[in-house]
């Protein structure tokens, strides 16, 4: 199931369990200092996030046999999903500040095409490069972050 075999799945199922932990850690952390403006957009970003990532941690038990589901679909569900919500993230938090407003946009607009990208790829090598468009773009909202407002 790697894309291009430079990930085994079972390390793609460690990730995922350990990100559902982590993202329940962090809004179980942050809850109350998540409530308004940018801060709270993104904490239902993570709200959304954890039955996508947990998606993820079924697709790859299924994939294994160790769930009677088809993995295809949960594993698309956890893929899209860590695709399209940053990129509503993205967009929003793009219409709630005046610096670097154009980097979020871009940030966003990435991972749109990015998962147009991923759906429509003929080949492995297509597919990374569409998941590299994602990168480069959710990278570009998080280096809007740290640049803040």
Same mark, same amino acid.
């Given at each position: $199931?790697?894309?291009?075999?430079?990930?085994?799945?079972?390390?793609?199922?460690?990730?995922?369990?350990? $990100?559902?932990?982590?993202?329940?850690?962090?809004?179980?952390?942050?809850?109350?200092? $998540?409530?308004?403006?940018?801060?709270?957009?993104?904490?239902?970003?993570?709200?959304?996030?954890?039955?996508?990532?947990?998606?993820?941690?079924?697709?790859?038990?299924?994939?294994?046999?160790?769930?009677?589901?088809?993995?295809?679909?949960?594993?698309?569900?956890?893929?899209?999903?860590?695709?399209?919500?940053?990129?509503?993230?993205?967009?929003?938090?793009?219409?709630?500040?005046?610096?670097?407003?154009?980097?979020?946009?871009?940030?966003?607009?990435?991972?749109?095409?990015?998962?147009?990208?991923?759906?429509?790829?003929?080949?492995?090598?297509?597919?990374?490069a569409a998941l590299g468009v994602v990168g480069v773009?959710?990278?570009?909202?998080?280096?809007?972050?740290?640049?803040?407002?």
């Amino acid at each position: $199931m790697p894309v291009l075999g430079a990930v085994g799945t079972h390390a793609l199922f460690v990730a995922h369990v350990v $990100m559902s932990v982590l993202l329940v850690a962090f809004l179980v952390g942050s809850w109350s200092e $998540m409530g308004s403006g940018a801060l709270r957009v993104w904490k239902l970003v993570i709200l959304a996030g954890t039955p996508v990532t947990l998606a993820g941690v079924a697709g790859f038990l299924a994939l294994d046999g160790a769930l009677a589901l088809p993995a295809g679909p949960l594993l698309s569900i956890a893929l899209y999903g860590w695709i399209l919500l940053p990129a509503a993230g993205l967009a929003d938090t793009g219409r709630r500040v005046e610096r670097a407003a154009r980097a979020y946009d871009v940030g966003a607009a990435c991972c749109v095409v990015g998962a147009g990208g991923v759906a429509v790829a003929p080949s492995p090598t297509a597919t990374a490069a569409a998941l590299g468009v994602v990168g480069v773009g959710q990278t570009v909202g998080i280096v809007a972050a740290t640049v803040g407002e």
